[in-house]
C-alpha cells in the first residue's frame, strides 16, 4: 500500500488528490493519496510524524515550498535552482526534495502544440512570482534562447532575470513593447483567475505567430487567452501544467510514468470550474 499526501496551509482546494486517486485506481495499484493541512510551525513534525507512519511521498504546495528544504536530505540540482520544493520522495528513509513545476509548464506545451520550437524565438513572462522562476528555469532549460521577465513590481523581475543567464528584466511600463518580438508570452500573474481582475495587458501588438500561455486554470479560458483567440492567435491553457507536474511526482512513488487523458482532464476540469 502506497501512501502519499499534498501538504499546504490551507489545503482544501487542492486538486492533488484527485489526480493522483484517479492514476493509482487507472494502473491498479494500491495506494491512497489525501490532502493534509499543517500551519508552518507544524511542518517538519507533522512530516516526520507521516513519514514515520509510512508515507513515501508528498506534494508540498503554498505556503511551504521553500520551508520543506530544512527537512531534506537531499534538493536536486533544479529545485535549488527554482527555489521551491514541490515534490519530497522518500527513499531508504532518506527524503529527497525534488520540483516538477518546470517539467509540468514545458511538457503541457509539448503535448498541446506538439510542433512548437522553443528554439525559434525570445518569451516574454508576465509575472516574477513563486511560479515564474519554474516557467523561466523550464523555458531555458527547454533552449529558449532569450527571456524577458516583466512584473508589476519591476525590482523582483530583475531579482529573478539576475539569477538565470538568458533572462532580461523588461520594466513593466514597456511590457507591450518588448525589444524584440516574442514567440511565446506566458502569463504567470494571479490576474485573470477567477475573482481577480483582469491583466491589464493588451496583445493587440504581436504577430500572429505567437503561442499565448496561461498557467491559470480557473477560468480554463482567461480574458488573456480570450482576447488572443480574438485575435486567431495559438493558445495554451493551464491546466495541463497541473497534471504534467502531477506525473513525475507519482512515477517517483510508483514506478509508472501516468499519462493525461482526456477523461482525467474532464474530471479535474469539472472540480476545477
Ligand atoms: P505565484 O506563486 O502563483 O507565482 P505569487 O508569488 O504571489 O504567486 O506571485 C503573484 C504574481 O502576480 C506576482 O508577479 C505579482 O506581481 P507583484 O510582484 O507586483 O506583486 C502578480 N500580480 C498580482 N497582482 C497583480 C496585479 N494587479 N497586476 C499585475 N500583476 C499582479
Known amino acids: 500500500m502506497i501512501r502519499a499526501a499534498v501538504i ?4 482544501a482546494q487542492s486538486l492533488s488528490p484527485v489526480i493522483h486517486n484517479y492514476w493509482f485506481r487507472q494502473y491498479g495499484i494500491e495506494g491512497h493519496y489525501e490532502a493534509i493541512d499543517l500551519a508552518p510551525e507544524d511542518l517538519i513534525a507533522g512530516i516526520k510524524k507521516l ?11 503554498v505556503p511551504h515550498k521553500q520551508a520543506v528544504k530544512e527537512i531534506c536530505d537531499q534538493v536536486t540540482e533544479e529545485a535549488l535552482k ?11 528513509g532518506r527524503i ?3 520540483n516538477t513545476d518546470s517539467y509540468g509548464f514545458i511538457e503541457n506545451i509539448r503535448q498541446e502544440q506538439s510542433h512548437f520550437d522553443f528554439k525559434l524565438g525570445p518569451a516574454l513572462v508576465l509575472g516574477a512570482g513563486g511560479a515564474a522562476r519554474a516557467v523561466v528555469y523550464g ?6 534562447p532569450e527571456v524577458f521577465i516583466t512584473n508589476r513590481t519591476d525590482e523582483k523581475a530583475h531579482i529573478l532575470a539576475s539569477g538565470f543567464s538568458g533572462a532580461t528584466a523588461l520594466p513593466w511600463a514597456d511590457r507591450m513593447n518588448p525589444p524584440v518580438e516574442p514567440h511565446l508570452v506566458v ?8 475573482g481577480q481582475d483582469d491583466l491589464d495587458y493588451d496583445l493587440g501588438f504581436l504577430p500572429t505567430t505567437v503561442t499565448v500561455c496561461d498557467i491559470v ?11 488572443a483567440q480574438s485575435l486567431s492567435l495559438p493558445v495554451i491553457t493551464g491546466v495541463g501544467m497541473l497534471l504534467h ?8 512513488w510508483t514506478g509508472i510514468m501516468p499519462e493525461v487523458t482526456p477523461a482525467l482532464v474532464e474530471k479535474i476540469l469539472e472540480k476545477a470550474q
Not at 513519514?51 to 504546495?61: D, L, P, R
Open 8 to 11: 499546504g496551509h490551507p489545503i
Open 51 to 61: 513519514v514515520a507512519q509510512g508515507c513515501t511521498g508528498f506534494n508540498i504546495t
Open 82 to 92: 527554482i527555489g521551491a520544493i514541490n515534490t519530497l520522495v522518500v527513499h531508504g
Open 96 to 98: 529527497e526534495g525534488r
Open 139 to 144: 523555458l531555458l532549460a527547454a533552449g529558449v
Open 187 to 194: 502569463n504567470t500573474t494571479t490576474q485573470g483567475m477567477k
Open 217 to 227: 486554470y480557473k477560468p480554463l479560458y482567461t480574458p488573456l487567452l480570450r482576447e
Open 245 to 252: 507536474q502531477a506525473r513525475p511526482a507519482f512515477a517517483a
